[in-house]
Nanobody, 124 residues
Framework: QVQLVESGGGLVQPGGSMRLSCIAS????????MSWYRQAPGRQRELVAQ???????NYADSVMGRFTISSDNAKNTGYLQMNSLRPDDTAVYYC??????????????????WGQGTQVTVSS
């Protein structure tokens, strides 16, 4: 069974930086895409950043130039580096990945997986 676990959230002052990590575990063959979403109280979940295996990236306008998505394929880990944080970046951040994995019956399957979320609070 594939699982995604985020870490690195917490409290940071405006203007500060924080790096989130997302570690995938299980019988993973390869990760074809990874994304970060966030959801603030009373708002819909929104896409923050995307990364494909070809290296293409896509960012929400609100984080362009401040956030950077990356990955370490050998470690099945994705990252979201967040700089120049603002109070309106406060949200629960979720990673999402498209992952090929092998079942116990040796079948290769593609699935879309979500992490449990990590809280990021930007406040003085």
């Amino acid at each position: 069974q594939v699982q995604l676990v985020e870490s690195g959230g917490g409290l940071v002052q405006p203007g500060g930086s924080m790096r989130l990590s997302c570690i995938a575990s299980g019988r993973i063959i390869r990760i074809t895409a990874m994304s970060w979403y966030r959801q603030a109280p009373g708002r819909q979940r929104e896409l923050v950043a995307q990364l494909t295996t070809s290296g293409a990236t896509n960012y929400a306008d609100s984080v362009m130039g401040r956030f950077t998505i990356s990955s370490d394929n050998a470690k099945n880990t994705g990252y979201l580096q967040m700089n120049s944080l603002r109070p309106d970046d406060t949200a629960v951040y979720y990673c999402n990945a498209d992952i090929w994995s092998r079942t116990e019956t040796s079948e290769d399957v593609m699935g879309k997986y979500w992490g449990q979320g990590t809280q990021v609070t930007v406040s003085s």
